[in-house]
């Protein structure tokens, strides 16, 4: 992206203040470093954890011999040994969104503490913002690959009913070690969840503003609706989009975009779909529409479901009707 991101960012494009981010190219400055060093040790991680994820096959072969053959225990050990290692994987993922909603609120501590406005954080912070960006990223490409994988939640589901049987036989299993009653209650909860990296995310953005009882909520909102609009603009407006070098970019932003869209959703009083609201929601969701459908359908879906204020009356039907 670098030098093409001279973007209006604000809902009144031809009368906003002009903000430069360079999502690409971006490098911390001295302020920046401390936020930036803890970050991108998380984020070093990231590429790791897709790869693992959309490498998952799960153990569904080895699960289905064992159901069917309840006395065979050879086949129990079988599935039981392809399954733990699965399971420590699933942990790991867990773990790491743990991390990841330190880091979101590393960052919007620093994109939103005053002095400064927000369009003046994201200025002078853009190596932040796109550490913020990448984050986002991250989320949606994570929870794509998992609501597309049902083998996920069916291996925990066997592992857990399998512990719940031994201990029934007064057994323990040295997996239980590494995955307590504990652990394996808050995992459950997390991979219930549709989008579950979004839902992190969203939760600690939520958890960050009631915490900041000083700090203006708009703050943070607009933070995020600046964000959405540089996205928005890119993506439309020829000039920008004939200068991106891959599609990748095109996906980037598309997906940081709806991951800021989401975010504003669950923490503006009254959502990212009011005519009120400073995202132009019609825009975006144009925008996405535009797109090959296999590339944006997990976008959209995580609009349609993992939004907090599409279904409130205030919400026009045109803007329901695009996402039906």
Not at 111 to 116: A, D, G, M, N, R
Not at 131 to 136: D, T
Not at 166 to 179: G, T
Not at 225 to 249: I, K, Q
């Amino acid at each position: 992206m670098g030098n093409l991101l001279k973007v209006l960012a604000c809902a009144e494009l031809e009368h906003g203040p002009i903000v430069f981010l360079d999502f690409e190219h971006a490098q911390p400055t001295e302020a920046e470093t401390a936020v930036w060093n803890q970050v991108s040790a998380v984020l070093e991680e990231a590429h790791g954890i897709l790869a693992e994820l959309q490498s998952y096959n799960g153990a569904g072969q080895e699960i289905r011999e064992a159901i069917q053959n309840p006395g065979d225990l050879a086949l129990q050990e079988k599935a039981w040994n392809a399954v733990c290692p699965l399971v420590a994987k699933l942990k790991r993922f867990y773990e790491f969104s743990l991390r990841l909603e330190n880091a979101l609120r590393s960052l919007l501590e620093a994109l939103t503490s005053p002095p400064y406005a927000p369009m003046q954080h994201l200025e002078r912070e853009q190596a932040l913002a796109k550490q913020f960006a990448e984050i986002l990223h991250f989320t949606l490409s994570f929870d794509e690959l998992k609501m597309t994988n049902p083998a996920i939640q069916n291996d925990f589901s066997y592992y857990r009913r399998t512990i719940s049987r031994n201990r029934l036989n007064n057994q323990q299993l040295e997996a239980e070690n590494e995955v307590n009653n504990e652990m394996a209650n808050r995992m459950s909860l997390f991979y219930a969840e549709a989008t579950p990296m979004l839902k992190t995310l969203s939760n600690a953005t939520t958890k960050f503003v009631s915490e900041n009882k000083t700090l203006p909520i708009e703050d943070t909102t607009d933070c995020l609706s600046t964000m959405a609009c540089v996205c928005r603009v890119m993506l439309e407006t020829p000039e920008y989009r004939c200068r991106f070098t891959n599609t990748d970019t095109m996906l980037f932003c598309m997906r940081v975009m709806v991951g800021v869209i989401i975010l504003y959703d669950h923490v503006h009083p009254v959502g990212a779909f009011a005519k009120t609201s400073k995202i132009d929601m019609k825009g975006c969701i144009k925008v996405l529409k535009e797109q090959p459908s296999n590339s944006v359908e997990g976008l959209l879906n995580a609009l349609r479901y993992t939004t907090r204020h599409l279904h409130d009356d205030s919400t026009s039907k045109q803007i329901r009707a695009l996402l039906q």
